[in-house]
């Protein structure tokens, strides 16, 4: 299981290839939106924003989310880990219920070419 230090470290590299897009991703990523990010087994959540192509982790508490974010993420740890390292594929994931993915329907169609 992965820890919430391992978590944290895969939202900081997702925030680092984001950054380094181009194309659709740059443009999917370039919101400025809430963001939470709930690590099921851990019963963690990492809250922030989605701007200017980058996520920010701006907290970090035990339990689900405190508030509703614009764009909300729920999954394991371990799927976390492997989606950021290029091991699960988010579509998939998401399609089979490991990954939940919750936005605004616009977001979602700009989020879209991230799958």
Same mark, same amino acid.
């Given at each position: 299981?992965?820890?919430?230090?391992?978590?944290?470290?895969?939202? #900081?590299?997702?925030?680092?290839? =984001? /950054?380094?897009?181009?194309? @659709?991703?740059? $443009?999917?990523? *370039?919101?400025?939106?809430?963001?939470?990010?709930?690590?099921?087994?851990?019963?963690?959540?990492?809250?922030?924003?989605?701007?200017?192509?980058?996520?920010?982790?701006?907290?970090?508490?035990?339990?689900?989310?405190? #508030?509703?974010?614009?764009?909300? =993420? /729920?999954?394991?740890?371990? @799927?976390?880990? $492997?989606?950021? *390292?290029?091991?699960?594929?988010?579509?998939?994931?998401?399609?089979?219920?490991?990954?939940?993915?919750?936005?605004?329907?616009?977001?979602?169609?700009?989020?879209?070419?991230?799958?």
């Amino acid at each position: 299981m992965a820890t919430t230090q391992e978590c944290r470290s895969a939202l #900081d590299t997702l925030s680092g290839n =984001l /950054a380094k897009a181009n194309g @659709d991703v740059r $443009a999917a990523t *370039a919101l400025n939106r809430s963001l939470s990010c709930h690590v099921t087994d851990l019963d963690t959540t990492f809250a922030g924003r989605l701007h200017h192509g980058r996520i920010d982790v701006t907290d970090t508490h035990d339990g689900p989310p405190r #508030d509703k974010a614009e764009i909300r =993420l /729920a999954m394991t740890g371990d @799927d976390l880990v $492997a989606l950021v *390292a290029g091991e699960l594929n988010f579509a998939k994931a998401w399609a089979g219920g490991r990954v939940r993915l919750e936005a605004g329907f616009r977001d979602l169609l700009k989020l879209r070419s991230l799958l």
